[in-house]
């Protein structure tokens, strides 16, 4: 594997930061980013490293299970807690804002735990990629003071990819994965029962043998999004999928022409939301 020396000097800068922190609190999904702070951290600052696990309303279980197990295997430090986004009103209403409500809140009780434990800094996994969307959530991160090392050292996805699989992470090619929220449309309630219809169609689909997939709610509607080169095979699956979403409660069940594509339910946000929403994550302001 050819890695490039800018991305190697990235990751050095990354260790840098890392030493000068001293004491670490990572929030820890078990996703690729998460997973490659975790071990990097645990690397340069040792057992001064303690990795946070939240159980999620709006994330499978099986995701937090994964990410417990992970941990262990790793041999790193593990505080297991909860959140309950949909008790936030703020978040459920599912306005353009809705990651800020839900990060406020996270990052709130991140920093109440890292204070409590006596670790400095919390850290995230948002990397520079993530500037580049509308990501509301990032002003909660800011505000609360929690760091991105990963954005700090200036690495993309893909680099993390690359180091992740020097180091071994079985995460290194582990499919993106967002809230199950974000499939909601904007201005529609998200409520339990959707997030369960949501969590057993992806994971149907991923049984299926579907890489990198979303299915997106619009209320009687099901949206399927694949990687364009598996649009074969849910043709070559159409009878089991239709019948699959039918029990799961939808009336019809589509596939977008378009294929998988991150963050989709922003297409619909006006340029002048996109443009206050990128300005307020940088400087850290509400929207």
């Not at 353009?96 to 990060?103: A, G, L």
């Not at 690495?155 to 690359?162: M, V």
């Amino acid at each position: 594997m050819d890695i490039k020396e800018t991305t190697r000097e990235k990751d050095r800068k990354l260790g840098e930061i890392l030493r000068r922190m001293e004491r670490v609190m990572v929030a820890f999904s078990g996703g690729v980013d998460s997973t490659f702070v975790l071990k990097r951290a645990q690397q340069e600052l040792g057992n001064q490293v303690l990795a946070v696990t939240a159980a999620s309303e709006t994330f499978p279980s099986r995701e937090f299970d994964a990410a417990v197990s992970l941990a262990e295997e790793m041999g790193v430090k593990l505080w297991a807690t909860e959140v309950k986004e949909l008790d936030n009103e703020g978040f459920a209403a599912n306005n353009p804002d809705r990651c800020y409500h839900c990060k406020t809140g996270l990052y709130t009780h991140l920093r109440e735990m890292a204070a409590e434990k006596g670790y400095p800094y919390v850290l995230d996994g948002s990397n520079v990629d993530d500037l580049g969307d509308y990501r509301p959530g990032l002003q909660a991160k800011n505000e609360q003071g929690v760091r991105s090392t990963l954005q700090e050292a200036g690495l993309s996805k893909q680099e993390i990819r690359q180091l992740s699989r020097e180091l071994g992470l079985p995460t290194w090619n582990k499919p993106s994965f967002a809230c199950l929220s974000s499939r909601i449309p904007y201005g529609t309630r998200i409520e339990k029962w959707k997030i369960d219809q949501l969590d057993e169609g992806e994971y149907f689909l991923s049984r299926l043998g579907f890489y990198q997939v979303r299915v997106r709610h619009h209320d009687k509607l099901a949206r399927i999004e694949v990687m364009p080169e598996e649009t074969a095979l849910v043709i070559e699956n159409r009878d089991a999928i239709y019948k699959k979403f039918k029990e799961l409660g939808f009336a019809y069940v589509t596939l977008d022409l378009q294929g998988y594509r991150s963050g989709s339910m922003n297409e619909v946000l006006t340029k002048e939301t996109r443009a206050l929403g990128t300005h307020n994550q940088a400087e850290g302001r509400l929207l």
